[in-house]
């Protein structure tokens, strides 16, 4: 059953510009995570939070969960054009390692 | 290097005739999973294994076998593959950390 749900569908931004993309998702969690997928390649995994974490740093990455409104978000600083991808978050309900994927948000960095 | 392989990564073939895309990571992993990614759909688990001789159903299982008789090993199998299972397909595996590691693909027509 798909659970998290991506916002927005795709976005196109400048190089140098920050990109955003919001997910949210339906039933508790265990750990929400982030993965990237350029075109037609297999998923890389990017950042994991969990449930009882509020927000996490990785480089240009930064997370945040808001556990009480079901939704996370997902900010790159300082696009590049290799940022280019499409970016799913990625559910994990207590005691599961089963994860369910949104339909994820197209990124675009225009050089 | 640690990876998941899948082979073949492209396949066409008919309606009706059995095929096997196979799964292998060097990762000593005890969970595996395969999922299919279609156009506006997202990713979808078709079936998962938590360890050796155990595996189980994801949320669209029908039309679809697996088997896990070594731990490195889990592949798909269509008994009778019909043109709705065209498909990108993605093998992936996972220590306890819940991250999981994605397989390149395997783009699948069938006619």
């Known amino acids: 059953s798909q659970q998290g749900e991506e916002d927005p569908q795709a976005l196109s931004i400048q190089e140098g510009e920050n990109a955003t993309m919001n997910c949210s998702y339906k039933?508790?969690?265990?750990?929400l995570q982030w993965y990237r997928q350029n075109s037609g390649r297999g998923l890389v995994h990017l950042i994991l939070?969990?449930?009882?974490?509020r927000e996490k740093h990785s480089g240009r990455l930064r997370v945040t969960l808001d556990t009480s409104k079901k939704s996370s978000s997902l900010l790159i600083t300082a696009s590049r054009a290799a940022d280019t991808a499409s970016y799913f978050c990625?559910?994990?309900?207590?005691?599961?390692?089963?994860?369910?994927f949104g339909k994820g948000t197209k990124l675009s960095v225009i050089p | 290097e640690a990876q998941v392989t899948q082979n073949p990564r492209y396949l066409i073939t008919v309606t009706g005739k059995k095929l096997t895309v196979t799964c292998s990571q060097n990762?000593?992993?005890?969970?595996m999973s395969w999922y299919r990614q279609d156009p506006g759909l997202g990713l979808r688990q078709i079936y998962y294994?938590?360890?050796?001789?155990?595996?189980d159903k994801g949320d669209v299982p029908e039309g679809y076998k697996v088997s896990r008789k070594e731990k490195r090993n889990f592949p798909l199998i269509l008994e009778s593959p019909s043109p709705n299972q065209t498909s990108l397909y993605f093998c992936?595996?996972?220590?306890?950390?819940?991250?999981?590691?994605f397989g390149p693909g395997t783009r699948l027509l069938v006619l």
């Open positions: 992936a595996s996972s220590p306890g950390s819940k991250t999981q590691y």
């Open positions: 039933t508790s969690i265990n750990n």
């Open positions: 939070i969990r449930s009882n974490e």
């Open positions: 990625a559910t994990a309900g207590a005691g599961s390692y089963q994860l369910t």
């Open positions: 990762m000593n992993h005890e969970y």
């Open positions: 294994s938590m360890n050796v001789e155990v595996t």
